[in-house]
């Protein structure tokens, strides 16, 4: 929280009568008499001038957090025993840094000067608490988090089933709020039992968020905001309603927003916080354009299907182990068979960390990422047009007996791999892929379970559904295909892998139908190109968008399409512009126009409401 000090005032009446009004005025000056002849601080003073609740006792230090909550309770500043409860729970002692541990149990407001912010009173976290009224269930967003006090009691008065977020501009203090939150957890099991879940994060209030909107019934502002900028803070209430209190001016204001959307105001008391970081016009609505360029960059994954695709090798744990039988069996075989014959018969991958292109800048200045570069491998496979050159020119049956036996070796380790690691469950490969000079061999279970084609085809009840040989079209080389298997039994990209790689395998996911490796592969491909250099990335943006098109995919379309635009110029003088035809070109002027007319609408939102829609007025308090 931050405010620096406080001064109550009553809550605001609709008295009726002019005569109950002059003697509640007669009781207040009469007390306030009384309370100057006797020596009350000038803050007790102005609490009795103001009507509100009084502390009469001068805010000595208690000894400990139970003492500080009695007291608040004996002065009539704390009357809601929930809220009681939770301020047990949550001693402030354990919120406050260690230099200012000594103020801890005062009930003034602490001011932290490394950090530049305030904690406030612990009369006024009960005030705020019980205005608030949260119950169980309640989803809370503490507004300018600083310690993170008054959200972690919030949690506990939310409950297990309820949710608490925590927002400041202050890094430090995000951070001092998680580890203050941390370590109570750690070291109290009351709190850790029943607390509600808690986010803190770095954010400034202002900037709309979709993570935000919507989404709390409770949100408690600990900065005074302006009152023109208040109409930004009310669509953090989710649309059924709920209450949003905040310091306006020099009022603590309660808004209500019930399910109609009309908002209603209480005045609570006067109060004197720290203001919140307000920014300008221009910079919110650049903001809110960052945020939504940044979402066309997105490309959204599809939850894992692995377990509703095999759910016979996932029952009987055996999809986990042969992923593991797999890549270990691959990886041993690689290690254990140095001669330099080629095999045919299975593909030996490289190891994990070794890199498919080793400089992919310079690829991919070379080599457009809608072309496979077919000179590209990786460092430990081998295949036959990549033997040894001594072994190419010598053609002698001893080197032809030795591929032979090797590939009996390979075959043997395979089957005895099989048998160890997975007794049960998927078993021996009962398929093979066949690809011009060499074959990988795989499960049709698996095939079947992950990959439409292969569904229709073995479904289909024709003779080849029984067919244990399936031939690979030529488009698509044998690496190509070893990541189309390693992604079926690994649900994941292969390691390593660089953008003509993935191109490549993109080609073969749309012609296999395995939507979440196409949507694995755009996600790449734009990871990638985000992080070129500028030049390089202009150059490569417009044969992203080519791909997109070639194969009707809707999210790399979107984000080759929001990229150029938002690198226009550096777009339109690379050589790669002019690949590009008349409808993607005007989809990219159309991604331009609609930038200029989102900000319009931005700086109009920005706008405080007038007529119906405006906020209800301050009220005075007399």
């Given amino acids: 929280m931050a405010d620096a000090d406080d001064v109550g005032r009553p809550d605001e009446r609709d008295d009726g009568g002019n005569g109950d009004q002059d003697d509640v005025h007669q009781n207040r000056r009469r007390r306030a008499r009384q309370g100057y002849a006797e020596g009350i601080p000038l803050d007790n003073l102005l609490r009795l001038l103001a009507g509100n609740r009084v502390i009469i006792e001068r805010r000595e230090a208690a000894s400990n957090n139970e003492e500080l909550v009695a007291h608040l309770k004996r002065s009539g500043m704390l009357t809601s025993d929930s809220v009681m409860r939770a301020m047990l729970t949550v001693p402030r002692g354990a919120f406050v840094p260690e230099d200012y541990r000594g103020e801890a149990w005062v009930d003034s407001p602490i001011r932290v000067e490394e950090e530049d912010f305030n904690i406030s009173a612990p009369h006024m976290h009960a005030q705020l608490l019980e205005s608030l009224d949260i119950s169980p ?12 006090y008054i959200a972690a009691c919030a949690a506990v008065l939310a409950g297990k089933t309820g949710q608490v977020v925590g927002v400041d501009t202050k890094a430090a203090c995000v951070k001092l709020s998680n580890d203050n939150v941390s370590h109570l957890r750690q070291n109290s099991s009351e709190f850790s039992l029943t607390a509600a879940t808690m986010t803190y994060f770095k954010h400034n209030i202002f900037i709309p968020s979709t993570k935000l909107k919507g989404q709390f019934n409770k949100v408690c502002v600990g900065g005074t905001c302006p009152e023109e900028r208040l109409h930004l803070l009310l669509p953090l209430l989710e649309p059924g309603g709920g209450k949003l209190l905040a310091p306006v001016d020099n009022d603590l204001r309660l808004y209500t927003k019930g399910p109609d959307g009309k908002v209603k105001q209480r005045l609570v008391s006067s109060v004197r916080f720290s203001d919140l970081e307000v920014p300008s ?19 959204d994954v599809s939850p894992s299907t692995l377990a509703q695709d095999l759910p016979q090798a996932v029952d009987k744990g055996c999809a986990g182990g042969f992923m593991h039988m797999w890549s270990s069996c691959l990886r041993s075989l690689s290690e254990s068979l140095s001669s330099p014959g080629a095999s045919t018969e299975l593909l030996l991958p490289a190891a994990p960390d070794t890199p498919v292109i080793t400089n992919r800048k310079q690829v991919l200045a070379e080599a457009p990422l809608g072309e496979a570069d077919a000179t590209v491998d990786t460092g430990n496979r081998r295949t036959v047009s990549q033997s ?23 075959q043997a380790f395979w089957r005895k791999q099989q048998q160890q690691q997975a007794p049960t469950g998927l078993g021996e490969a009962d398929c093979e892929l066949l690809g011009p000079g060499w ?53 994941e990209l292969p390691p390593g892998l660089e953008p003509p790689g993935v191109v490549e395998i993109l080609h073969a996911a749309a012609y296999y139908g395995t939507p979440r490796l196409i949507e694995l592969c755009e996600c790449r491909l734009v990871s990638e190109l985000l992080a070129l250099s500028p030049a390089s990335a202009a150059a490569e943006a417009p044969h992203l968008l080519n791909l997109a098109d070639e194969l009707g995919l809707v999210q790399l379309r979107r984000a080759a399409v929001a ?9 339109q003088a690379s050589e790669s512009w002019q690949g590009l035809d008349r409808s993607q070109v005007e989809a990219v002027a159309s991604q331009l126009s609609s930038q200029v007319t989102r900000l319009r609408s931005l700086l109009k939102e920005l706008e405080p409401p007038t007529g119906a829609a405006a906020l209800p007025k301050r009220r005075g308090w007399w």
Wanted: negative net charge; aromatic residues 6%; hydrophobic residues 30%.
């Fill in 137 to 148: 269930g309640d989803r809370v967003l503490d507004v300018g988090c600083g310690c993170g």
């Fill in 388 to 410: 040894d050159s001594s072994t190419e020119d010598s053609g002698s049956d001893d080197v032809n007996m030795q591929e032979s036996s090797q590939g009996r070796r390979q």
């Fill in 281 to 299: 016009d221009a910079s919110i609505a650049l903001a809110v354009l960052d945020q939504e360029q940044a979402a066309q960059l997105t490309v």
């Fill in 563 to 571: 990229f150029i635009a938002q690198h226009y110029q550096e777009v």
């Fill in 439 to 491: 074959k990988l061999r795989a499960h049709k279970q698996v095939l079947k379970g992950r990959a439409a084609h292969f569904r229709a085809r073995l479904s289909s009840g024709m003779r080849d559904a029984h067919d244990c040989q399936h031939k690979v079209p030529e488009g698509f080389s044998q690496s190509c295909m070893e990541g189309l298997l390693h992604y079926l039994y690994h649900d």
